[in-house]
């Protein structure tokens, strides 16, 4: 199975910094990688995928890169309201695997 | 627009079965495979398994956690998808979404339900 490591498992920034959370698999995924947003209590949403493809109706200051097996997501302008824990999933081969997270706080 | 109603959560049993389903609406259900992924209380996200669409004759696969426990089902006459529980553990124990993949095989998820919760305690 593909391992997904997402380190550091938090950060704080201030609002307006650039925020860049990576995450690496264990083997190489191709471009096969997607980013969720899951904040408070509530449902996680599809944020990018194929590592850079912004989601329909998601701000432009979120965009992903990489390929292989290291992969960031930058948030460019930290804003309050994108204060969550977001998550990179693997879907090159089944079965699919999630990363540990990364919360993000403002400072 | 795109809707997933999950039921069956509750408490249960070390050891029991519980079969939860899934309502879907809004799209063409049988051309897109469907997830089940699951979170215990204050942890991250776990795939659990999929089922993919008749494009890909609707085969399975699961994760090492539940595999041989778990089993995912569909019926695409009636928009509906499973998961069937059995030899519950404690560690089972967690929010169960039902989601919707992009596209007809293991994908990543474009929509989620609302989440169901499972609690398995004596």
């Known amino acids: 199975d593909i391992q997904m490591t997402q380190s550091p498992s938090s950060l704080s920034a201030s609002v307006g910094d650039r925020v860049i959370i990576p995450c690496r698999a264990s083997?190489?995924?191709?471009?096969?990688l997607a980013w969720y947003q899951q904040k408070p209590g509530k449902v996680p949403k599809l944020v990018i995928y194929?590592?850079?493809t912004l989601q329909s109706g998601v701000p432009p200051r979120f965009s992903g890169s990489g390929s292989g097996t290291d992969f960031t997501l930058t948030i460019s302008s930290l804003q309050p309201e994108d204060v969550a824990t977001y998550y990179c999933?693997?879907?090159?081969?089944?079965?699919?695997?999630f990363g540990g997270g990364t919360r993000v706080e403002i400072k | 627009e795109v809707q997933l109603v999950e039921s069956g959560g509750g408490l249960v049993q070390p050891g029991r079965s519980l079969r939860l389903s899934c309502r879907a609406s809004?799209?063409?259900?049988?051309?897109?495979?469907m997830s089940w992924v699951r979170q215990a209380p204050g942890k991250g996200l776990e795939w659990v398994g999929c089922?993919?669409?008749?494009?890909?004759?609707?085969?399975?696969d699961y994760a090492a956690s539940v595999k041989g426990r778990f089993s995912i089902s569909r019926d695409d006459s009636n928009n509906f998808a499973y998961l069937q529980m059995n030899s519950l553990k404690t560690e089972d124990t967690a929010i169960y979404y039902c989601?919707?993949?992009?596209?007809?095989?293991?994908?990543?998820?474009?929509?989620w339900g609302q989440g169901t919760l499972v609690s398995v305690s004596s």
């Open positions: 194929a590592a850079s």
């Open positions: 989601t919707r993949d992009e596209g007809a095989t293991a994908w990543f998820v474009d929509h």
């Open positions: 089922i993919r669409g008749k494009l890909y004759g609707g085969t399975t």
């Open positions: 083997q190489g995924i191709n471009k096969y």
């Open positions: 809004g799209f063409a259900f049988g051309d897109y495979a």
């Open positions: 999933q693997q879907y090159n081969s089944a079965p699919l695997t």
